[in-house]
C-alpha cells in the first residue's frame, strides 16, 4: 500500500497534505502539487518528473501516464512492486525538488530555513 511512499513525502519540508476524490492523498509544497497517492485498492501512486525520466518510466510496466497530468510530465505506478522503495523514494524527492524550484525565491527561501533548523 505505499506506506513507505506516505511517510517519506510526509517527511519532507514545509509538505502539506489534503485529501481528494476516494480517499487519494495529495501532496503539496507552497500549495503546489507533486505526488498522489491512493492507499485504496487499486493502490496507485502518481508524481512530476522531469521529461526525461517520464520517457525512461513510461516505457516500463506498470508505469502509465498519469491521467490528467501527463502533459505536465506525471507518471503514475499502478501496482507496488513496480519500483523498489529507494528508487521511488528518490524520484518523489526528485518531484518535491522541480515543484519546489518554480515556487517564488522568498517561499523557497523560507523553506530551506525550515530545513537548516530540522537539520
Same mark, same amino acid.
Given at each position: 500500500?505505499? %506506506?513507505?511512499?506516505? %511517510?517519506?513525502c510526509?517527511?519532507l #519540508?514545509?509538505?502539506?497534505?489534503?485529501k481528494?476524490?476516494?480517499?487519494e492523498?495529495? =501532496? =503539496?509544497?507552497? &500549495?503546489?502539487l =507533486?505526488c498522489m497517492?491512493s492507499? %485504496?485498492p487499486?493502490?496507485r501512486? *502518481?508524481f512530476?518528473?522531469?521529461? *526525461?525520466?517520464?520517457h525512461?518510466?513510461?516505457?516500463?510496466?506498470?508505469?502509465v #501516464?498519469?491521467p490528467?497530468l501527463?502533459?505536465y510530465h506525471?507518471?503514475?505506478?499502478?501496482?507496488? %512492486?513496480v519500483?523498489p522503495?529507494?528508487e521511488?523514494?528518490? =524520484?518523489?524527492? &526528485?518531484a518535491?525538488?522541480?515543484?519546489l524550484?518554480?515556487? #517564488? *525565491?522568498?517561499?523557497q527561501?523560507?523553506?530551506q530555513k525550515?530545513?537548516?533548523?530540522?537539520?
Amino acid at each position: 500500500m505505499f %506506506d513507505n511512499a506516505l %511517510d517519506f513525502c510526509r517527511s519532507l #519540508p514545509a509538505v502539506t497534505t489534503d485529501k481528494k476524490w476516494d480517499n487519494e492523498l495529495r =501532496f =503539496f509544497v507552497g &500549495e503546489k502539487l =507533486f505526488c498522489m497517492i491512493s492507499p %485504496d485498492p487499486p493502490c496507485r501512486v *502518481s508524481f512530476k518528473c522531469t521529461t *526525461s525520466h517520464y520517457h525512461q518510466l513510461i516505457a516500463k510496466r506498470g508505469i502509465v #501516464p498519469a491521467p490528467h497530468l501527463a502533459r505536465y510530465h506525471w507518471v503514475q505506478l499502478q501496482q507496488e %512492486d513496480v519500483m523498489p522503495g529507494p528508487e521511488l523514494e528518490h =524520484f518523489l524527492h &526528485e518531484a518535491y525538488d522541480l515543484i519546489l524550484g518554480t515556487l #517564488p *525565491s522568498y517561499e523557497q527561501e523560507a523553506i530551506q530555513k525550515m530545513q537548516k533548523i530540522n537539520a
